[in-house]
């Protein structure tokens, strides 16, 4: 099956073109400089022709703006990438007939829930980032009747930027880190979204006219805070010989940061599970496999190998 999918160097673009060469998937990926999402007018043409060239069956939008304190002094660049280009990627696909998976966040609630998030529940957004993460939700759904909009959370890989390698880097250099203690989320692989991804394609591939379309959520199984988070990181670093450090925790007033965060943002994915027959690997699997990849990538880059 032939994916299109947004972004170059995405966590889960990266993630989904390392699954789909392992299962027989053919990933191609558009993204900057001949469609950028800053210019959603750029949006259409880029994709048409990529349609056109690669004959995609399924296209996946992955790029977003995902700074979440840096959108709040540039909501304009956010929800020109984050709504109105991931609009116009769906109506892209739907001109073409074709479904699209757009990819969104736990962010997109407040926070105040006692329990984890339902697909149900009303989102309510704190930041410019989860309201222009919403209103991609709502331009995809108004583009491309066939869409799946997956909504995850806490994203981590051995690619790019993300929490896991941001905390093995600090602990190069100290003994103590301080972390926050008082938001809750479901930390998720990006290997995880994108087996999900597969799961999902395949059921389409197989019964297309069955296709539960609709919003699901696709996160790690498990809900912990950050400082647990970084505790598990460290454990499993240093049982492997990596970097670790000591966690403090600390509470959300102790580390102001632009952008207000919920306080609980858990994903209840059951109904993805029931829907696509597949469920997020257990976090510490999940974490030690990218830890692995991390280390072996620095090793890598020690001994001057590819
Ligand atoms: N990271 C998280 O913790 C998290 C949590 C919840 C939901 N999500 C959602 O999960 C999805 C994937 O996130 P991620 O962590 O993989 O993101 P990421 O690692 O930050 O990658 C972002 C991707 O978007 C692309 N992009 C950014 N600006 C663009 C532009 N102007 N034009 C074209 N492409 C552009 C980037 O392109 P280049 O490759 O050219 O850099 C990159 O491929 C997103 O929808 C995000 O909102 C992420």
Do not use: C
């Amino acid at each position: 099956m032939r994916i299109l999918i947004t972004g170059r160097q995405g966590q889960v673009v990266q993630a989904l073109v390392q699954r789909g060469a392992q299962t027989g998937f053919d990933i191609k990926t558009i993204g900057r400089p001949e469609m950028d999402m800053a210019n959603p007018g750029t949006v259409l043409p880029a994709m048409r022709a990529a349609i056109a060239a690669f004959q995609p069956q399924l296209v996946v939008n992955a790029a977003a703006y995902t700074a979440v304190d840096q959108a709040e002094d540039e909501p304009e660049t956010a929800f020109a990438i984050n709504a109105h280009s991931a609009g116009e990627v769906a109506r892209a696909a739907a001109d073409a007939g074709l479904p699209m998976i757009q990819i969104s966040t736990d962010y997109v609630f407040d926070g105040t829930k006692d329990g984890p998030y339902l697909e149900t529940d009303t989102p309510n957004p704190q930041s410019v980032y989860g309201a222009s993460k919403l209103e991609g939700e709502r331009l995809v759904a108004a583009g491309n009747a066939q869409h799946l909009i997956f909504r995850t959370a806490w994203v981590y890989s051995p690619y790019g930027k993300d929490f896991v390698k941001t905390m093995l880097r600090l602990a190069e250099t100290r003994d103590e880190v301080s972390v926050v203690a008082d938001q809750i989320g479901n930390p998720t692989s990006a290997y995880d979204i994108a087996d999900g991804i597969i799961a999902a394609a395949k059921k389409f591939e197989q019964d297309p006219a069955n296709m539960p379309w609709g919003t699901f959520h696709l996160a790690g199984p498990e809900a912990m805070s950050w400082a647990e988070f970084a505790t598990r990181t460290f454990a499993d670093s240093a049982a492997k010989g990596g970097p670790a450090a000591k966690v403090k925790p600390v509470s959300t007033a102790d580390y102001p940061t632009k952008a207000k965060r919920p306080a609980n943002s858990r994903l209840d994915s059951s109904r993805f599970a029931l829907a696509f027959g597949w469920q997020a690997v257990a976090s510490e699997e999940g974490l030690k496999a990218v830890i692995a990849a991390v280390m072996a990538a620095d090793a890598r880059q020690n001994t001057g190998t590819r």
